[in-house]
């Protein structure tokens, strides 16, 4: 149990596209759910975190406009980073709370902005 | 500003050996404490867990120790196994309001090698 999909696996754009991710839970409703970020060889940065039902709260630094979030159902959150460039490139990863401190990650999004 | 260190960027352990991961913290609110496995291209994988009330917490072959005078945890796998083989971070959140979910803040990872 407590399974969380997220797809794309790997996505390559062309600059200036946008690019939706979906991070899903397959077995558990999540009323919040995270988005972080993983350059190579670095750490997973918290971007923003989702609540179903209402505006995503987004960490210091992370432009809430480039990066939309979208809640809109408990298992199904979503990120599209809007005209992407080359510095968008990384690791995406997306994280569902079951509640307390359990949380179940995705498998992540390569992105690759070209 | 990195709440959550791990200084040790990589970790070399012979299999059947004890491998020690060492983690430290700055922000004193935090109060819970978690180890994740990740392999590259995968998202991370919980491993075992510790509460700020607590200085050890036990599960098979992992055991995290916590030294909160200090804000320093730490993640003992032994026996060490080839399959060990993975990036580890600690995670430490802090308590939030009722009802809401907290965030974690997670450190910069070690990477462990398990030789054979």
């Known amino acids: 149990g407590a399974v969380v999909s997220q797809h794309p696996s790997w996505v390559i754009c062309k600059s200036g596209t946008s690019v939706k991710i979906e991070c899903r839970s397959l077995d558990f409703q999540a009323t919040t759910m995270f988005w972080y970020r993983q350059f190579p060889k670095q750490s997973l940065m918290l971007m923003a975190t989702s609540n179903e039902g209402s505006k995503a709260t987004y960490e210091q630094g992370v432009e809430k406009d480039k990066f939309l979030i979208n809640h809109a159902s408990l298992t199904l959150s979503t990120l599209t980073v809007t005209s992407a460039h080359p510095e968008d490139s990384s690791f995406y990863i997306c994280?569902?709370?079951?509640?307390?401190?359990?949380?179940?990650f995705g498998s992540g999004t390569r992105l690759t902005v070209v | 500003d990195q709440q959550v260190k791990q200084n040790s960027p990589s970790l070399s352990v012979q299999e059947g050996r004890i491998s020690i991961l060492n983690c430290d913290y700055t922000n004193s609110m935090f109060d819970y404490f978690l180890w994740y496995k990740k392999y590259p291209a995968e998202g991370p994988t919980f491993l075992i867990s510790i509460s700020s009330i607590k200085d050890k917490n036990e599960d098979g072959r992992f055991t995290v120790f916590l030294n909160k005078s200090a804000k320093h945890l730490s993640l003992h796998i032994v026996p060490s196994q080839p399959g060990d083989s993975a990036v580890y971070f600690c995670a430490a959140s802090a308590r939030s309001g009722a009802g809401t979910a907290s965030k974690l803040t997670f450190g910069t990872g070690t990477r462990l090698q398990v030789t054979l």
């Open positions: 994280s569902a709370n079951r509640g307390g401190y359990g949380y179940t």
